[in-house]
């Protein structure tokens, strides 16, 4: 979610910026590996790689990356026992590798090449090869063909690292009727990374004004399907609390198979409007995971983790799908470990004299 911010930010402006991306991850990671932070040197950062353990030090690293204007790879160690190093014990947990490159030159036209293709829907994936004094890109659309390690590393016959980011356009969300509980799902629901779309057949509510990082789209349900082609990767909120409209946009979108649809409204209002219909499992109603929320902002953050949730299971079922399920192994999510503590595979990287073959381990030091 956060590499959209990253390279809309890149955009925006030139301000002098550095990249800094996860090579690799040993134990506990806050972010898999692939996940990029950009550091720009007035100290303002877009995304995020830690839960602010990291940020201050690579804060003061980026001045003399940019100055340098080449690659430096860093490495942490965050267990309890070795994070002494920091002055204090920061006690995060986990080991962690990240490259770091001036946003210049072939990067930055790669990094807006990327934007431009997910802008208009398609998938690309970001290759990059370097040793202690060189860094290639290449940017490759989707299905165009690669060998390249999504999310890991790799270590080529001649010592070069090898690594690519799969960077997706942000799933389309559209909610449906844009009531005052709409809104506060839109408020919650823009900061995790989904397109918003706001649909409406009432033009005073779904306006710019109010949904200021949303597309807004007017006119009936019919209207509002034809206008967006609404595929097999958009989620839809219904929640206008109108019986009729709400049923009709219902009766059009079932039959899409749509990756989620949400339904607001009490059971007895459900039964009502599924009266006619069979709720096929991509069907949640009522809508949002069950946690007692009370409430229009409680309500958005049961919709919002619910959301989280099923965006979370159709990736990992398309990455299998498509055979590079390494993306969402446990060793780079760093979020699952054996009950006896043993990792379950360990995977390394590094520059130059750091060049490690797939496979080995990775130790991971905090240089100074």
């Known amino acids: 979610?956060?590499?959209?911010?990253?390279?809309?930010?890149?955009?925006?402006?030139?301000?002098?910026?550095?990249?800094?991306?996860?090579?690799?991850?040993?134990?506990?990671?806050?972010?898999?590996?692939?996940?990029?932070?950009?550091?720009?040197?007035?100290?303002?950062?877009i995304g995020t790689?830690?839960?602010?353990?990291?940020?201050?030090?690579?804060?003061?690293?980026?001045?003399?990356?940019?100055?340098?204007?080449r690659h430096e790879v860093i490495e942490y160690n965050m267990n309890p026992e070795e994070d002494a190093i920091w002055g204090e014990t920061v006690g995060c947990g986990g080991k962690m590798m990240l490259l770091l490159e001036p946003v210049v030159g072939l990067l930055r036209s790669t990094?807006?090449?990327a934007l431009k293709n997910i802008k208009s829907g398609v998938s690309v994936k970001l290759e990059r090869r370097w040793n202690e004094t060189i860094m290639d890109y290449v940017l490759r659309v989707e299905g165009s063909g690669s060998d390249a390690a999504e999310g890991h590393p790799e270590t080529e016959a001649d010592g070069s690292n090898r690594m690519a980011i799969r960077i997706s356009p942000r799933p389309r969300l559209v909610l449906?009727?844009?009531?005052?509980?709409?809104?506060a799902i839109y408020s919650?629901?823009?900061?995790?990374?989904?397109?918003i779309v706001a649909a409406d057949w009432r033009p005073s509510l779904c306006t710019q004004e109010?949904?200021?990082e949303a597309e807004c789209v007017i006119g009936s349900p019919e209207e509002i399907m034809k206008q967006l082609q609404l595929c097999g990767d958009d989620y839809l909120i219904i929640c206008s609390h109108n019986l009729q409209q709400d049923k009709e946009m219902i009766r059009l979108a079932l039959p899409l198979q749509l990756v989620y649809i949400g339904v607001m409204g009490s059971k007895k209002r459900i039964r009502w409007l599924f009266?006619?219909?069979?709720?096929?499992s991509n069907v949640r109603a009522p809508i949002g995971l069950s946690i007692g929320a009370d409430g229009p902002y409680e309500i958005a953050v049961s919709i919002a983790a619910e959301l989280i949730a099923i965006r979370a299971e159709h990736k990992s079922r398309s990455r299998r799908e498509a055979g590079s399920d390494a993306y969402f192994s446990p060793l780079l999510s760093g979020r699952t470990e054996q009950e006896d503590g043993e990792k379950k595979a360990i995977v390394g990287a590094g520059n130059g004299?750091?060049?490690?073959?797939h496979g080995d381990s990775c130790p991971i030091i905090k240089s100074s």
């Open 210 to 212: 109010r949904f200021p």
């Open 188 to 195: 919650l629901v823009k900061h995790i990374g989904f397109h």
């Open 176 to 183: 449906f009727g844009v009531g005052n509980d709409a809104y």
């Open 1 to 45: 979610m956060d590499m959209y911010k990253v390279l809309a930010a890149v955009s925006s402006d030139n301000h002098p910026s550095v990249l800094a991306t996860i090579v690799c991850v040993e134990g506990h990671s806050y972010r898999k590996a692939g996940v990029a932070m950009l550091i720009k040197l007035s100290g303002e950062h």
């Open 353 to 357: 004299t750091y060049a490690r073959k």
């Open 111 to 113: 990094l807006l090449d």
């Open 275 to 280: 009266e006619t219909f069979l709720i096929p």
């Open 49 to 69: 790689i830690s839960p602010g353990c990291l940020e201050h030090d690579l804060l003061e690293r980026t001045a003399d990356v940019w100055a340098s204007g």
